[in-house]
C-alpha cells in the first residue's frame, strides 16, 4: 500500500513537472523566447553594450554623402545590404497581378463604402498557380473625391478587423485561437481584432483604409517556403545554398507592393496619398515594404521591435539570435550570421528607417512593450534624421527619449505610448495627424 501511494506521488510529481515545463514552454512561445543556450534577455539600460552605428552617409568607397542628389545611390546601397544580409532579396521575375471586385456594400449605419477585392498573383508565363489575396477596402461612400488610403495586413483574416458580418471569412491557413478550428477561421473569428481598426473614425476623418490578410501571402509558419507567394518563385527559394533569398517578412512585404498596385486603380483612391501601416512583425513588413516601395507616400510602424525599428546592436528585449531561432522563416538564412554577434553587423535598423528617406516615416512604441525596445525604436529614428537634414527637413528634435503621451518629430515621427504592445485607436489619431501633415 505504501509502496502504491509512493509510487502515486513520484508519478504525480512528475505529472506536474511536465505540466510545468510544457507550461514554460508555452510562455516562452508566447513571448518569443525559447530554452536554448542564447544570451539571456537584457532590460536593464546599463548593460547594453557600447557599440557603433555604420555612418548612413559615408557611401561604400569611403566617400560623404552631401547633397540630397547622392542620396538615392547611397539609399540603393543600404536597401541592398539589408535585403541581402536581413531580409532576403526579391525574386526577378515578374508577376501577373489581376483583380476582381467580388462584393461591394455599406457599411457603419451606411457611413462606409465596403469594398471587397480577391486580387490574383501569379507567374507571368512559368506556371498557372494563382494565390489568391482578399483586399478589403473601407472608404467614403462619395468616391467622386479620392481620398488617402492606409494600407495594412492583418493577423488573422480580414473578418477579424470590423464588426461587418459581410466580410468574406478567410480559407487560408490561420493559426489556432478563439474562434478558429483546425486552422480554419469559423463564424466566431469575426471582429475579434476590431479594436485594432477604428473604420468608423478613419473614415470620419476623410481617409480610406484597405487590408488583407497576411497568411494569404504567406502562412506564418516555417514549411520550407513551398506555400504562399513562395511557391510562384520556386528558383528563389531560400536555402543554404541561397542564404540571400526572401523570408517571410520579405514575401509579406512584396505583397504589400502588388496590392498597392491594385489600389492605385480603384475609384475614390487617390494613388498619391497611400500610406503603409503595420503592427509588430507587420509592423517590421511595413517598414522593409515602405523602404523598398516609394509608392508608399508614408511608412507608419506599430511596436515593430527587433528587425523593425529597433537597433540591433543594443540587444535590449528580443535580439538577432532569438528572432532567428523562434521565427526562422522570417528572414534570410545570411541573418543568422548576427545571432549574438550584432558587432559584426555593417549595418543596423536605422538603415531601414533612413531607407524611406526623405518620405515621412512614424514609428511607434509603448511603454509596457520592453521586448520590442522603444529606446532602441526611436533611437534608429534620431539616427535616421541626419538623412532627412540632407533635404532640409526635420527628423527628431533630440536623442532623448520623448516621456509618454506626446508625439514628436516633423518628417520622422515618434510617439511611446504609455501602455501594451497593440495597435489601438490611440495610435491611430497620431497616424492620422501625421498623414493631415504630410499629405494634406
Ligand atoms: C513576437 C516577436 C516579436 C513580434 C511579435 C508579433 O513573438 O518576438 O518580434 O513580431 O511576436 O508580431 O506579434
Known amino acids: 500500500m505504501a509502496f502504491h501511494s509512493t509510487c502515486q506521488q513520484m508519478l504525480a510529481a512528475f505529472s506536474w513537472t511536465l505540466i510545468l515545463f510544457g507550461m514554460m514552454n508555452m510562455h516562452n512561445h508566447l513571448i518569443g523566447q525559447q530554452p536554448n543556450e542564447i544570451r539571456p534577455t537584457n532590460y536593464d539600460e546599463s548593460?547594453?553594450?557600447?557599440?557603433?552605428?555604420p555612418d548612413l552617409l559615408t557611401a561604400p568607397d569611403g566617400r560623404r554623402v552631401a547633397t540630397p542628389e547622392s542620396w538615392e545611390a547611397q539609399r540603393s546601397y543600404w536597401l541592398?545590404?539589408?535585403?541581402?544580409q536581413e531580409y532576403g532579396t526579391f525574386p526577378a521575375a515578374t508577376v501577373a497581378v489581376r483583380h476582381e471586385e467580388f462584393e461591394r456594400g455599406l457599411a457603419f449605419d451606411g457611413k462606409v463604402l465596403r469594398r471587397q477585392i480577391a486580387v490574383y498573383l501569379s507567374r507571368v508565363g512559368a506556371n498557372e498557380n494563382e494565390v489568391r489575396v482578399d483586399l478589403l477596402v473601407y472608404s467614403p461612400v462619395d468616391l467622386s473625391r479620392k481620398a488617402s488610403c492606409f494600407l495594412g495586413l492583418n493577423f488573422r483574416g480580414n473578418q477579424g478587423t470590423a464588426d461587418d458580418p459581410e466580410i468574406r471569412l478567410t480559407e487560408s491557413w490561420v493559426q489556432n485561437d478563439e474562434g478558429f478550428v483546425n486552422n480554419r477561421a469559423t463564424e466566431a473569428a469575426r471582429a475579434s481584432k476590431k479594436y485594432r481598426y477604428?473604420?468608423?473614425r478613419i473614415i470620419e476623418r476623410g481617409y480610406a483604409v484597405a487590408t488583407a490578410y497576411y497568411g494569404d501571402l504567406d502562412p506564418d509558419f516555417d514549411d520550407g517556403f513551398e506555400n504562399g507567394v513562395h511557391a510562384l518563385f520556386p528558383e528563389h527559394r531560400s536555402s543554404d545554398d541561397q542564404p540571400e533569398c526572401w523570408g517571410s517578412i520579405g514575401a509579406w512585404a512584396?505583397?504589400?507592393?502588388?496590392?498597392?498596385?491594385?489600389?492605385e486603380q480603384l475609384e475614390g483612391i487617390d494613388p498619391e496619398g497611400l500610406i503603409v501601416v503595420g503592427h509588430s512583425r507587420l509592423g517590421k513588413t511595413a517598414l522593409w515594404a515602405g523602404a523598398n516601395d516609394p509608392r508608399f507616400r508614408i511608412v507608419l510602424s506599430n511596436n515593430s521591435g527587433c528587425g523593425g525599428a529597433a537597433l540591433s546592436k543594443r540587444a535590449f528585449g528580443e535580439?538577432?539570435?532569438?528572432i532567428n531561432s523562434v521565427f526562422p522563416h522570417w528572414f534570410c538564412k545570411n541573418f543568422r550570421a548576427y545571432n549574438d554577434r550584432e558587432e559584426n553587423m555593417p549595418f543596423d535598423q536605422h538603415c531601414l528607417i533612413a531607407a524611406i528617406a526623405p518620405r515621412p516615416v512614424y514609428i511607434a512604441s509603448a511603454s509596457k512593450d520592453l521586448w520590442a525596445d522603444p529606446k532602441g525604436e526611436y533611437l534608429s529614428g534620431w539616427h535616421a534624421s541626419r538623412v532627412y537634414e540632407l533635404?532640409?527637413?526635420?527628423?527628431?528634435?533630440?536623442?532623448?527619449?520623448?516621456k509618454a503621451g506626446v508625439s514628436v518629430g516633423d518628417y520622422v515621427g515618434y510617439h511611446l505610448k504609455d501602455g501594451e504592445h497593440a495597435l489601438e485607436?490611440?495610435?491611430?489619431?497620431h497616424y492620422m495627424n501625421f498623414a493631415d501633415r504630410h499629405l494634406r
Open 425 to 429: 485607436p490611440y495610435d491611430w489619431e
Open 391 to 402: 533635404f532640409g527637413l526635420k527628423g527628431l528634435p533630440s536623442e532623448e527619449l520623448p
Open 198 to 200: 477604428p473604420i468608423e
Open 80 to 84: 541592398d545590404l539589408l535585403a541581402r
Open 254 to 263: 512584396w505583397g504589400l507592393s502588388r496590392l498597392a498596385v491594385v489600389l
Open 47 to 53: 548593460a547594453v553594450p557600447t557599440y557603433t552605428l
Open 319 to 322: 535580439t538577432v539570435a532569438r
